[in-house]
């Protein structure tokens, strides 16, 4: 329900539909319009809670109600330094040498694993039962030899609630999914704790519970911020890869184990670039909800026990001048040569053109590539109230499942597509060729992001009187 402060916002966006000025109601339905004001008025509004707030919002555990089997897991905590040494070498040898990073500590990897539940009722309760029964039982109501890494959106910094994937009609998957303590989890931290997750399900630490996943069963997933993580962790498996062909491993849990490729990655309006410098978000702000400045500029965003930390930066997740990082912005990475199948999907949103310089230069370095942008859809459509039960996020989870379940069965049926799907439901997609899906070299994108890297670090240092270091 929109609260007191919302509902001029709403009275606007109903007399602008009336009158025929909304630059969105040709493209929208009203409820759906509506979703998106209320949202961006939300996200936008002048008194931000702070970080801790912002996680302790989703960060107690929820009973998984109805046809969700949720298992919780936890990975025993590696006692060697294989792999987090081979991620340290990685952040130094893809970067210019400016990398601003600290070894974070091997701190245990937690999750849950998340399942469809066979002929329940959809308000039957989650039983009470110990999680190795649990994660037992939706072994049995697997139909499918199918396992996702799926790393949930959130900002980097938010927690997530149980995934609504685990209901969809379309595929039952199992899911594990990447879960932080209440705190925040700075690079390289986060990416550390999804390498390791990958690892255990492949080579499954002392006292797991699941038997090992082979990599060709396995795709990697996520959303936003998640999408992020997974593009990252792609980008160090690739480099693991072309560092050592034929041969790549690390040292985990006391003994030697290859790095292998998982079968696909499928991610969902995806961050690929942490400085927002292509044109899209600017261009496409009157479909999305996201704020249109990083709020961290604003002196006037509360503290907490949390955030700022010091030295005081302007992004929560890295250093300012780590944010030109291919495993920072994976759309700055110089190569996706021998990259497993890729789906990306995304609104017609103000990331979306971060998604395109991803699929363009995959594709044009051979990988398949399956792109699709729906017109006027914000980000994350599929996830937000309303939206979710729209015709195109229907498509999308169908188009998503069909993908994950070819990567493992049948990867020879996937081929590169690009497609723009409109709101006329009545209206054929049109079809994109996925390696010009945008006219920016490579090089292009890097100069836009050093700019607005540049532009952040000035505009923050101003508003908080810090001496610029630039």
Not at 45 to 64: C, E, H, I, S, W
Request: proline content about 9%; aromatic content about 8%.
């Amino acid at each position: 329900m929109a609260t007191e402060a919302q509902k001029p916002s709403l009275v606007k966006t109903v007399l602008a539909r009336w009158l025929h000025i909304s630059p969105t109601a040709t493209k929208l339905d009203l409820k759906s319009e509506l979703t998106v004001r209320t949202i961006r008025a939300v996200i936008n509004q002048p008194k931000q809670p702070t970080v801790t707030a912002y996680q302790a919002a989703n960060g107690f555990d929820r009973p998984a109600k109805g046809p969700v089997w949720a298992s919780r897991a936890s990975f025993a905590t590696e006692k060697e330094d294989g792999a987090r040494q081979a991620l340290l070498s990685a952040i130094h040898t893809l970067g210019d040498g400016t990398e601003a990073v600290a070894p974070p500590p091997l701190a245990q990897v937690k999750g849950e694993w998340v399942g469809y539940r066979k002929g329940v009722d959809p308000k039957a309760p989650e039983p009470s039962i110990p999680e190795n029964e649990k994660y037992e039982r939706m072994m049995g109501d697997a139909s499918a030899d199918l396992t996702i890494l799926y790393v949930h959106g959130g900002s980097l910094f938010k927690l997530p609630s149980h995934g609504s994937q685990a209901r969809s009609p379309y595929w039952r998957p199992l899911l594990l999914r990447c879960l932080s303590s209440i705190t925040l989890v700075f690079l390289p931290a986060s990416l550390q704790d999804v390498f390791l997750a990958y690892l255990s399900l492949l080579y499954p630490p002392p006292g797991s519970q699941h038997t090992p996943v082979p990599a060709s069963s396995l795709v990697i997933a996520g959303d936003s911020a998640g999408g992020n993580l997974c593009l990252s962790l792609l980008q160090l498996i690739l480099h693991l890869q072309h560092r050592a062909p034929g041969n790549p491993s690390v040292c985990f849990h006391g003994r030697q184990v290859p790095v292998q490729l998982p079968a696909g990655v499928a991610v969902l309006s995806a961050y690929a670039d942490l400085t927002h410098a292509l044109p899209s978000w600017t261009k496409n702000q009157k479909y999305d909800y996201l704020p249109p400045e990083n709020p961290l500029l604003d002196p006037s965003f509360p503290s907490c026990s949390l955030w700022p930390v010091e030295p005081k930066r302007a992004n929560i997740y890295c250093s300012d001048t780590n944010l030109c990082h291919p495993l920072v912005s994976p759309v700055i990475s110089k190569s996706w040569t021998g990259a497993p199948p890729l789906q990306l999907s995304y609104g017609e949103e103000m990331l979306v053109d971060e998604g395109k310089v991803i699929a363009c230069h995959a594709a044009r370095d051979g990988v398949t590539v399956v792109f699709e942008e729906y017109e006027a859809m914000p980000h994350n459509f599929p996830v937000l109230p309303v939206l979710n039960r729209s015709w195109q996020s229907q498509r999308c989870y169908s188009r998503w499942a069909e993908f994950c379940k070819a990567c493992v069965n049948d990867p020879q049926s996937l081929h590169t597509s690009g497609s723009f799907v409109e709101t006329d439901r009545e209206k054929p997609e049109q079809k994109r060729e996925v390696s010009e899906l945008i006219d920016l070299s490579s090089d292009e994108v890097k100069e836009r992001m050093k700019k607005r890297e540049q532009y952040e670090i000035r505009v923050f240092n101003h508003r908080h009187g810090i001496e610029a270091k630039l």
